[in-house]
């Protein structure tokens, strides 16, 4: 069982993100009614939303001549270039009904990735680094001290919400039945590879 000083973090549990979304995550919608079940076992319940602005600076279509999952160079660092995702209002960026149960129990729906010019994949920063959602101190306000990760996509928006966790003073935990991952091929191994790296030597933990 979870404490009361526990917060269930569901990144991003969205139909674009699902087999037939536009940056479909493989078997991403399976643990949809996983999470929706682990749901219930917590007192603080916390979904993202990824919600971009039509023609957003992550988008490849918004950069001439470059590809999706493509690398570019942006004032605050390496940008992955996606396809065009989670826009506002769209369908694709809706919920995955099997989520609902967790999502009518939430206590905070975080939406990131607003911003034209600048991309979100944690749940606590922009992809700058520096620029706060607020989730933090409202975790704080609700007296959480251990942050139990799950959703899409365990390499990117999963991980980067983890690691910030760990940033931001919090235990982060990570249920990887409860993720599914991207696993971009990066050098001689993947997004995958390079997130676990991350994990170990920052002190996310993979298991309750
Ligand atoms: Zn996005």
């Avoid at 991309?119 to 680094?129: G, I, K, P």
Wanted: charged content about 20%; aromatic content about 8%.
């Amino acid at each position: 069982m979870t404490a009361a000083s526990d917060a269930l973090i569901v990144i991003d549990p969205q139909l674009d993100f699902c087999p037939g979304g536009s940056l479909a995550v493989m078997d991403g919608d399976a643990v949809m009614a996983p999470i929706a079940a682990l749901a219930r076992d917590f007192a603080h319940v916390v979904v993202t939303q990824d919600w971009h602005p039509a023609g957003h600076s992550s988008f490849a279509s918004s950069h001439a001549g470059r590809q999706p999952f493509e690398t570019i160079a942006m004032p605050y660092g390496e940008q992955v270039l996606w396809p065009d995702h989670c826009i506002q209002g769209t369908s694709g960026a809706e919920f995955h009904p099997a989520i609902a149960d967790a999502v009518a129990r939430a206590d905070l729906i975080v939406r990131k990735g607003s911003n034209p010019a600048v991309d979100s994949y944690s749940a606590f920063f922009e992809n700058d680094r520096a620029t706060r959602t607020g989730l933090a101190g409202a975790l704080r306000d609700r007296g959480v001290t251990r942050c139990v990760f799950v959703g899409l996509a365990y390499d990117f928006c999963v991980a980067w919400s983890a690691l910030d966790a760990r940033r931001e003073g919090f235990e982060a935990v990570v249920l990887k039945d409860h993720a599914r991952a991207i696993a971009m091929p990066l050098g001689s191994g993947t997004s995958v590879d390079a997130a676990e790296e991350l994990f170990a030597a920052h002190g996310v933990v993979t298991s309750m």
